[in-house]
């Protein structure tokens, strides 16, 4: 009995010591959060705050933008997120370098034309002056 009671705790203890996040995932995971609310919002400083400087921000289409145009698209309306839901999210952390992966669904309104996309989409924060900001973005069409 204390055998089986034993093998059960260690269970137990493992699965939530693979399942904890670090300190770090926490941070990234909060910064996607900013990033997220930024993109709903479309406050200019929000969204150049979160935006490393060297930032790199591929659309499905293929289009890639550069931090000034990434700014200006969703602060204009071109490219407007009315909601963002986010799921199966991954995040790994090597050093100060973290790669974020989850399928994102939005309702849009771009240029006033209202739409959804569902996308999987790959991040790349950089941590930078002590705080995690987006350097690449990658967004792939769903099937």
């Not at 693979?18 to 997220?36: D, G, I, P, S």
């Not at 909601?83 to 669904?105: E, F, K, P, Y």
């Not at 996308?119 to 924060?125: A, D, G, S, T, Y």
């Not at 350097?135 to 099937?143: F, I, P, S, Y």
Request: charge should be positive; include cysteine; charged fraction near 20%.
């Amino acid at each position: 009995m204390k055998k089986t009671i034993s093998l059960l705790l260690l269970c137990f203890l493992t699965a939530v010591a693979v399942t904890a996040q670090t300190k770090a995932e926490k941070e990234v995971a909060a910064a996607v959060e900013t990033l997220k609310k930024a993109m709903i919002d479309g406050t200019r400083s929000k969204l150049e705050a979160i935006a490393a400087e060297k930032l790199s921000y591929g659309h499905s289409s293929g289009k890639v933008e550069d931090k000034a145009a990434f700014v200006e698209s969703i602060a204009s309306g071109k490219s407007d997120f009315v909601t963002i839901t986010l799921s199966n999210q991954t995040i790994q952390v090597s050093g100060n370098t973290a790669v974020v992966r989850h399928h994102l669904d939005a309702d849009t309104n771009d240029s006033g034309k209202v739409g959804t996309v569902s996308l999987n989409i790959m991040l790349v924060f950089q941590k930078q002056f002590g705080r995690w900001v987006l350097l690449a973005r990658q967004a792939v069409k769903t099937q």
